[in-house]
């Protein structure tokens, strides 16, 4: 935020759940202040039982920055789901077309779903992608049924767009990480987050994908009276610390070390670093950018792609 401020940049958020609309205390959206301070694109774009894929994201995303690009403006890419900076960084497949009723009815149908019986669907009907994450099974078991056709074979029939080049800025506080995820979930508790909850369950069904953000099941189980809010805390804190540790590996094999900047939060010097790593491009990385696209065109698709992994440690991406 505070790079984003000081260099005018637009943040386009990379947050899966910042798209949807309601959801704000429990996924620490940016405040209407900090809103104010610095503009946004990419929040509250989504209805909760709406489902985002990451390419779907991506080619949002990817008209967004062409959109500040054609108005000579910064953009920063920041977020919290590294799928969807990796699906605008290097473009995925595209995918069958597939009715929007049809979606809707089988999600009702499939969404609830444990993740082993999802593993079940997806071996039978799509086994290359078995091995994935629950969106990505909900994704491939959909398009078997709706289209007729394995995602998985799609993919192999149509190659991928090419590749953008980025460098990335990783954000982490090191060991204070685990403390700095208890004093946020108890931060947002205090912020409302309970109330928030109480309200979208009277407005939104319980199987709708943005129920599926960090936390918000064991508050729903709170305000159903099956746990008490000393179990849900803890509950939630487990599970945001494992998401943290997921991220901090997939940070770790998924981003090429060679373009990647590390800043501690908690030192001094970590905006100095962070402006360094913005201005780096401006030092004559020209050379660098993506074939055919224009220096001052490629910092914005995207110039920097930042996101934070979980309370407290975040990573960024810059095309170079």
């Not at 062409?66 to 920041?78: F, H, M, N, P, T």
């Not at 998985?152 to 990480?177: C, F, K, M, N």
Request: glycine letters at 8%; a positive charge.
């Amino acid at each position: 935020m505070a790079l984003a401020a000081e260099t005018g940049a637009t943040i386009i958020s990379a947050d899966a759940r910042h798209l949807y609309r309601g959801f704000d205390v429990g996924t620490a959206k940016p405040s209407r202040d900090e809103r104010a301070r610095v503009p946004h694109i990419g929040l509250d774009v989504a209805e909760p039982g709406e489902r985002w894929s990451a390419g779907r994201w991506a080619t949002a995303a990817a008209g967004w920055l062409a959109g500040l690009a054609s108005q000579g403006r910064e953009a920063l890419v920041a977020g919290g789901t590294g799928f969807y900076v990796q699906a605008l960084v290097a473009p995925l497949h595209e995918s069958p077309p597939l009715d929007p009723g049809g979606r809707a009815a089988l999600d009702a149908v499939i969404g609830p779903l444990p993740l082993g019986e999802l593993r079940r669907w997806c071996a039978a009907l799509d086994p290359a992608r078995a091995h994935l994450g629950r969106t990505q099974l909900l994704r491939a078991i959909e398009t078997v049924l709706l289209s007729g056709r394995r995602l998985s074979d799609a993919h192999a029939s149509v190659p991928a767009a090419p590749p953008r080049a980025a460098r990335y800025l990783v954000v982490d506080p090191g060991r204070q990480l685990s403390s700095r995820i208890e004093a946020r979930v108890d931060a947002m508790l205090a912020g409302g987050w309970v109330d928030e909850v109480r309200r979208l369950l009277a407005l939104v069904p319980p199987t709708a994908p943005a129920w599926t953000a960090c936390g918000y099941r064991a508050l729903q189980q709170y305000v159903l009276g099956e746990v008490t809010l000393a179990d849900a805390r803890e509950s939630i804190i487990v599970a945001t610390r494992q998401y943290a540790k997921r991220q901090r590996t997939w940070l770790r094999h998924q981003l090429d070390a060679a373009r990647v900047t590390r800043i501690d939060p908690t030192d001094p010097s970590h905006l100095d670093v962070a402006r360094a790593w913005w201005h780096d491009d401006e030092a004559g990385t020209a050379g660098n950018a993506p074939a055919g696209v224009p220096h001052d065109a490629a910092r914005q698709a995207p110039p920097n792609a930042s996101w934070n992994a979980s309370p407290g440690a975040a990573a960024g991406a810059r095309p170079a």
